[in-house]
């Protein structure tokens, strides 16, 4: 049944890319959607997160997603019958709606424009609101939802990641829902990484274009549940998945000087040593009692508000003054 539902997402999403209009193709996130969303296989870890939230989205719910690439909002409303699922992101200048209409189409309506009306429109409306999640106050008051999802954005800010913790603890009710997902510094595909003189990190380039979205830092299994305690969050479910790979593009290869440019003898002889080394790697953290678990490429997180922040500047993922 939740394959059956995921093809019909699929084939959905795939019809807007082919009838983007200019609201599509200028949004951020959604002019690369095709290559974002299929080629790069995002769309099935969101899949993934979908199938573990679905069952909190009771119609009384209120949703919102921090960071938000707007797909991930659509697919609840799609999906549930929650009434209200709202992004929260940086890259927009002001309010808006972001419309997902039946035929495939877009639009974007700004809600300060005295001429907006979306009462006629048939699709589905995800209200998007400006904020600088590193540095700002989630435009919404105390205890006004009931889950917040945060999907590949704590990596990316460059300010201070406690501000959306302890945003996301204020804006939360009492035992309310928070789903995040990052990129696992723990990886075994890190580990075979700096073994091969490589860059440790999932996403290492330095972008030349600052307003650009680069991995500013990548976190460890510890910091994340350092992170979270220190917000007032109870981990209820704490998992690490690795990236889908696939001919069209393979995440742990696209960044490996060794790889760039190789022909496919040379290809397939690289990708014969990776497997050699990821295998040797598995037998040594083995021999010398380390787990295998939260070993995979990225980190996910279940966890509930039960409390108030406890500890805003957490060590060590901020300085202690005195050292």
Same mark, same amino acid.
């Given at each position: ?61 209120? &949703?919102?997603?921090?960071?938000? %690439?707007?797909?991930? $909002? #659509?697919?609840?409303?799609?999906? @549930?019958?929650?009434? !209200? ?63 917040l999802t945060c999907y590949e954005t704590l990596e990316h800010l460059r300010c201070d990641p406690m501000n959306l913790m302890s945003e996301a603890n204020r804006t939360l009710k009492s035992e309310g ?17 700096? &073994?091969?003189?490589?860059?440790? %990190?999932?996403?290492? $380039? #330095?972008?030349?274009?600052?307003? @650009?979205?680069?991995? !500013? ?107």
């Open positions: 049944m939740l394959h059956e539902r995921n093809e019909q997402i699929k084939v959905k999403l795939k019809r807007m890319i082919e009838k983007f209009d200019d609201a599509g193709m200028s949004n951020h996130m959604l002019r690369s959607f095709d290559d974002y969303l299929f080629h790069r296989k995002h769309l099935d870890r969101l899949l993934y997160m979908l199938d573990l939230l679905l069952p909190y989205c009771q119609s009384d719910k209120r &949703i919102a997603d921090l960071g938000s %690439n707007i797909v991930f $909002p #659509y697919l609840v409303r799609l999906c @549930s019958v929650v009434q !209200v699922c709202d992004g929260i992101a940086w890259n927009f200048g002001r309010c808006e709606h972001f419309i997902f209409r039946e035929d495939g189409t877009t639009s974007i309506t700004p809600l300060d424009d005295p001429n907006t009306d979306i009462g006629e429109e048939s699709g589905i409306l995800v209200p998007i609101h400006h904020c600088d999640l590193s540095r700002d106050q989630i435009p919404y008051g105390n205890a006004s939802f009931d889950i829902i928070f789903m995040l997902t990052t990129p696992n510094a723990n990886s075994i595909s890190n580990l075979t990484r700096m &073994i091969r003189y490589e860059s440790p %990190n999932f996403y290492p $380039p #330095y972008n030349q274009y600052m307003d @650009s979205i680069e991995h !500013v830092k990548e976190y460890s299994i510890q910091e994340i549940r350092l992170l979270f305690e220190s917000a007032g969050f109870e981990i209820i479910r704490l998992e690490t998945f690795d990236h889908v790979n696939s001919n069209e593009f393979n995440h742990n290869e696209a960044y490996q000087i060794n790889y760039l440019d190789a022909d496919e003898p040379t290809l397939q002889k690289l990708r014969a040593q990776d497997d050699e080394l990821k295998h040797a790697v598995m037998q040594l953290l083995a021999k010398d009692g380390f787990s295998h678990q939260y070993r995979g490429d990225y980190i996910l997180v279940f966890a509930k508000k039960v409390s108030d922040v406890k500890d805003r500047y957490c060590f060590p993922i901020y300085e202690k003054s005195e050292l």
